[in-house]
């Protein structure tokens, strides 16, 4: 696995969550 790819995972984790601890509907 590279480095990329694992600092891909976690910024893609990172909007996950953000986006469903924020959901456009509530704003």
Same mark, same amino acid.
């Given at each position: 696995? +590279?480095? +990329? +790819?694992? #600092? %891909? $995972?976690? $910024?893609?984790?990172?909007? %996950?969550? #953000? ?5 456009? +509907?509530?704003?």
């Amino acid at each position: 696995i +590279s480095v +990329s +790819s694992v #600092l %891909f $995972y976690e $910024y893609d984790q990172q909007v %996950f969550a #953000l986006y469903h601890a924020n959901p456009i +509907s509530q704003k």
